[in-house]
């Protein structure tokens, strides 16, 4: 049995947490914020992301928490017309061998902690943000904003985007700013007209913005995400915003958007920021996992299912690994290298999907809408195919 200290109690940093206990280790997360909690709105869940939730034992818990969606629908946000559709049920489901969901990220995040909760192996600390750490040939010391220091035979770096480990690890510096600022609300259903309560993740495409919206909190809540290529560049996180500013950041949006956008409340800002992707970060007995190792713009929908899938294999590459084991950091570098080509990959694909899909103007948004209008319902399967089917 070996004892793993987790740098971040997050979704990614909880998942490994579980899927290291769930092998026959401790485990022991170092979060920041005093009490365990997860912030924002909606998050969407791929079938990937439930072969790995069902992995780590809690798929039942957060199933019963989502939305099960019944499809995808591309709509042009200026003049109201649906360019393309994806079905998520029947075919789809029999496909890739799980649904299409959309959670609040709250709902997903209780579903881990409460498994952590409830295994013996697994002990969480907060308050003990790591700082640094040490390594030598027998394990690694990492200390804490406190002062405090903790040892352990494997060090995972699931601290986030900014992540201290990371900086340490890699040192490649901060992350790159975007110039697109996001805006979130959620709304109650009931205020939502009953023509528009659709169960379907919306997507209204106009030149240089986008608007989201979908159903979470088991259909209860309405999620609403408002993008704009605005050009911003310093990072921001969770600034509140007036309402009548966020709706007249999108003033081409079409009658039908614009009445939900009209309807959102508690607005709060983000400048959306991701990283280069690297080939390695694991040095010896640390590596990292989720937004530390492969942050990623939201475009594919993917940052979630990553770290989730990134937890799954590091447990599954970890059984049976003992404390004084040579090869235990050859264990973390086959981690990385199965994990490096597909978060790249996705990392890079949430780039352009932002550019050529969700934001083009012009000539570029009539080839787009060309382009997804000839595409079969097979042929839009067999696209997300890559990502949705899960890593193998």
Known sequence: MANILIAGGGIGGLAAALSVARQGHRATVLERSDVFGEVGAGIQLGPNAFRALD????????????????????????TGERIARMPLTGAYRERFGNPYAVVHRGDLYQALLDACRAHP?????????????????????VVTCTGRTFRGDVLVGADGIRSAVRRQLVGDGDPRVSGHTIYRSVIPMDQVPEELRWNSVTLWAGPKWHFVHYPIAGGKCLNLAATRDDAASEAVAGLPVPAEAVVGEFPELGHAARRLLELGRGWRAWVLCDRDPVADWTDGRVTLLGDAAHPMLQYAAQGACMALEDAVLLGELLRGAEPDEPALGRRLEKYNAGRCERTARTQLVAREMGKQLYHPAGDAARARNRMLCSLTTDELYDKVAWLHAGAH
């Not at 957060?62 to 591309?74: K, S, T």
């Not at 192996?121 to 010391?141: K, S």
Request: glycine residues 16%; aromatic residues 6%; without cysteine.
């Open 55 to 78: 992995g780590l034992g809690v798929g039942t818990a957060v199933r019963a928490r989502a939305v099960l969606i019944d499809e995808l629908q591309f709509m042009d946000g200026t």
């Open 121 to 141: 192996a697994v002990t969480l600390l907060g308050g003990q943000f790591v700082v640094r750490y040490e390594q030598d040939a027998a394990g690694v010391t």
